[in-house]
């Protein structure tokens, strides 16, 4: 009967581990979840209830999105939506989506292909906001006054991180550059797409020699002046060294696919590449007209050296002039008095003695020479 009863026992406890692994199962996968949802809703926005003369018309709705996501959205870090509408009582007014991402980077990435689409691109009264972290997408059914724009940025501003959106923007020359062909990437998803968006496939294949392994930025923009017409790609490194490595990788590969354009150059940290241009010179002028200049700083402590006046300066001379004569005096006199005090006291025993003194004779004369006599 024991037998039996030991069988029982160790199903008992077979049962308690296993239902213990179940909720420990369950558990995580409940975490996972609202980690999942958490992580794709925006941040707690708390619309005001008025933006400028915009009056909001329901309450904070916070949307959740699990799948659906354009791969560049994915790319960029997307986290979340909210959504309000605003009306200035006429039955006018706007709907207004918050986009939240993780950095500032990621949410400028998504505004420059997000502005580019319709109805973004189509319709006049729609707009598109980016501050930091946070996209704001306008559609507007009127155009909103100028001091209810304001106030929108102001708002959005306030609710960002207030990080800054990357540098690399500013370097793309504003001359003859298309609208809404700008193109930001920090990825090789966004690196792609933009190559397609701006009819140039062919520059998908530098993405892998591109560095976004090391944290590079790439950025995109069309010009066009006249007859001459290019697509400037701006790849920018964290540092100069970087720069040059990929500066190789890029050169071979441009190469060795001659449907890629112009040559690429380094100028600091960037990569410039003029794409399909229509004349060397024009190439030249859109490089030349990159806004990009480096700069060198120097941290470490540092002295201002000022020269002293020359009075003072002259003074010191004259009196250390002085002390060395002075001690050269002394010593001269110190040394004579010694010498003759000592061969006054012991005559021939510690100067001039005989024994010791070698003269030389030239024979001019027989009488020998005494060595005392020259002293």
């Known amino acids: 009967m024991r037998q039996p009863q030991l069988i029982k026992r160790g199903t008992s406890v077979s049962l308690l581990v296993s239902n213990k692994v179940g909720l420990m199962?369950?558990?995580?996968?409940?975490?996972?979840?609202?980690?999942?949802?958490q992580s794709l809703r925006a941040t707690n926005v708390e619309w005001p209830a008025k933006l400028g003369k915009l009056t909001a018309e329901f309450e904070n709705r916070d949307s959740q999105?699990?799948?659906g996501l354009a791969p560049v959205t994915k790319e960029s870090g997307f986290t979340g939506l909210s959504t309000q509408t605003y009306e200035y009582g006429d039955g006018k007014g706007s709907q207004m989506i918050l986009y939240a991402y993780r950095d500032s980077s990621g949410a400028y990435q998504d505004y420059t292909f997000l502005r580019a689409q319709p109805p973004n691109a189509t319709n006049p009264a729609n707009a598109m906001l980016v501050k930091g972290n946070l996209v704001l997408w306008i559609s507007a059914n009127a155009i909103l006054l100028p001091e209810d724009r304001m106030a929108v940025a102001t708002w959005l501003q306030s609710i960002s991180d207030g990080v800054a959106s990357p540098p690399i923007a500013?370097?793309?020359?504003?001359?003859?550059?298309?609208?809404l062909t700008e193109r930001y990437a920090l990825g090789p998803v966004a690196f792609r797409q933009a190559a397609t968006?701006?009819?140039?496939?062919?520059?998908?294949?530098l993405v892998d020699v591109a560095g976004f392994d090391s944290h590079a930025e790439a950025m995109f923009a069309k010009y066009k002046s006249g007859k001459d017409e290019a697509t400037l790609l701006l790849i920018e490194y964290p540092t100069p060294q970087l720069a040059e490595l990929h500066l190789r990788h890029?050169?071979?590969?441009?190469?060795?696919?001659k449907k890629c354009g112009n040559s690429v150059e380094r100028k600091g940290s960037l990569l410039s590449i003029v794409l399909a241009p229509t004349s060397a010179e024009y190439a030249g002028k859109l490089r030349g007209a990159i806004n990009y200049e480096t700069e060198v700083t120097w941290n470490e402590p540092s002295t201002t050296a000022t020269?002293?006046?020359?009075t003072s300066t002259l003074v010191k001379?004259?009196?250390?002039?002085?002390?060395?004569?002075?001690?050269?005096f002394v010593?001269?006199?110190?040394?004579?008095?010694?010498?003759v005090i000592t061969k006054r006291l012991f005559p021939g025993k510690v100067f001039d003695r005989p024994a010791q003194m070698e003269v030389l004779q030239l024979g001019l004369s027989g009488k020998p020479i005494d060595p005392r006599d020259m002293y």
């Open 25 to 37: 199962r369950n558990f995580l996968f409940l975490l996972a979840s609202i980690f999942i949802t």
């Open 65 to 67: 999105v699990r799948a």
């Open 170 to 179: 500013a370097y793309l020359p504003d001359r003859s550059r298309v609208g």
């Open 197 to 205: 968006e701006l009819d140039r496939p062919e520059v998908a294949g």
């Open 250 to 257: 890029l050169q071979r590969a441009l190469s060795a696919d």
């Open 307 to 310: 020269d002293p006046p020359i």
């Open 317 to 328: 001379i004259i009196i250390a002039t002085m002390v060395l004569m002075g001690m050269a």
């Open 331 to 339: 010593l001269g006199i110190a040394f004579g008095g010694v010498r």
